[in-house]
């Protein structure tokens, strides 16, 4: 069965400071790797995705995601952090359906 | 439609009372989704279906609660004699057969029962 783990259920960070939310996984088939954004009181977006190929995937606004399939990882990065990203990162995985994990809270402080 | 649309947003239902939820999903998606996800909690998995046939239903939490897509597009969940516990937001999602393309979400349907 697949299922994600997020250590993290909240991260504070200096505005203009990077920051890494970490997501590890497990699944028994072929891996699809997803990170959901969700802005206060919006409905989840897709923040980028990892199907196959290059192993580091990027978003349009900065952030970025390494697959490590010896860690079994998908940790979301971006080097320099703004106030508008203040909002809850989900990492998931796709079978058939997609298994989401409980989330991480970024705030971003002044 | 351009994006998953669901209808009410907003529903307040005394408990015990039955609702339905519709979602309508991207036109031509084949897959549907439906996702429960309490305050301050991750999107968890209901049921999913592929044109009309419901495939997974192994998250639902109990009888209460049932999905159907008889035409293939439109989708309805409706939860009967509501409880507290089932005070969340319900999230539709769509997406094209395969796994490996996005599942794109609705805004939810806000539940709260009292």
């Known amino acids: 069965a697949q299922s994600v783990t997020q250590l993290d259920s909240q991260v504070p960070v200096f505005e203009e400071a990077p920051v890494e939310l970490r997501c590890n996984y497990s699944s028994s088939v072929s891996v699809y790797l997803f990170w959901y954004v969700q802005y206060p009181n919006q409905g989840l977006q897709l923040l980028l995705k990892y199907l196959s190929g290059s192993t580091l995937v990027e978003s349009i606004n900065g952030f970025e995601a390494e697959f490590n399939k010896s860690q079994t990882s998908f940790h979301l990065r971006k080097p320099s952090v703004h106030i508008s990203d203040t909002a809850e990162y989900f990492c998931?995985?796709?079978?058939?359906?997609?298994?989401f994990g409980k989330g991480t809270r970024l705030h971003i402080l002044p | 439609g351009a994006g998953v649309s669901q209808s009410p947003r907003y529903k307040v239902a005394k408990r015990g009372q039955d609702v339905a939820l519709r979602c309508d999903p991207i036109s031509g998606h084949v897959s549907l989704f439906w996702y429960q996800q309490a305050l301050g909690q991750g999107p968890e998995f209901l049921t999913y279906f592929q044109n009309e046939a419901q495939l997974d239903k192994s998250g639902l939490p109990s009888d209460r609660f049932f999905a159907e897509r008889p035409e293939g597009s439109v989708s309805t969940l409706k939860i009967q004699r509501t409880q507290q516990e089932d005070s969340a937001v319900y999230l539709c999602?769509?997406?094209?057969?395969?796994?490996?393309?996005?599942?794109?979400f609705g805004e939810g349907s806000w539940l709260t029962v009292v």
């Open positions: 999602a769509s997406s094209q057969g395969g796994s490996g393309n996005t599942i794109y």
């Open positions: 998931a995985v796709r079978d058939d359906k997609i298994i």
